[in-house]
Nanobody, 122 residues
């Protein structure tokens, strides 16, 4: 399994970005899909999760209403659309997957991408 995240960059407060994560060796129908982020000096935190078994999408409290995650099964790509970005959203963003129909999202997910830097600054 390989995950390649992209789409990060520098954006002004209030701006938007869309992150992509191309996956190989993954069948999205049987994997949990998560986005996480880690700011300097802080613990890695969950941003979003798609759980196949429940058909559910959940978000961290700090990004609810601003971020949207999705997946394209045909392209084997997952996305994170981020709007209303603020300086506190500055972090390295990671995509991750875990195998298994009932898998969930947590820090111990099976496979991780290398991360893409998002910087929100004027």
């Amino acid at each position: 399994v390989q995950l390649q995240a992209s789409g990060g960059g520098l954006v002004q407060p209030g701006g938007s970005l869309r992150l992509s994560c191309e996956a190989s060796g993954v069948n999205f129908d049987y994997y949990a899909i998560g986005w996480f982020r880690q700011a300097p000096g802080k613990k890695r935190e969950g941003v979003s999760c798609i759980k196949t078994s429940e058909g559910s999408i959940t978000y961290g409290d700090s990004v609810k209403g601003r971020f949207t995650t999705s997946r394209d099964t045909a392209e084997n790509t997952m996305y994170l659309r981020m709007t209303g970005l603020q300086p506190e959203d500055t972090a390295v963003y990671y995509c991750a997957v875990s195998a298994g129909y009932y898998a969930g999202c947590n820090i111990g997910m099976d496979f991780w991408g290398e991360g893409t830097q998002v910087t929100v600054s004027s």
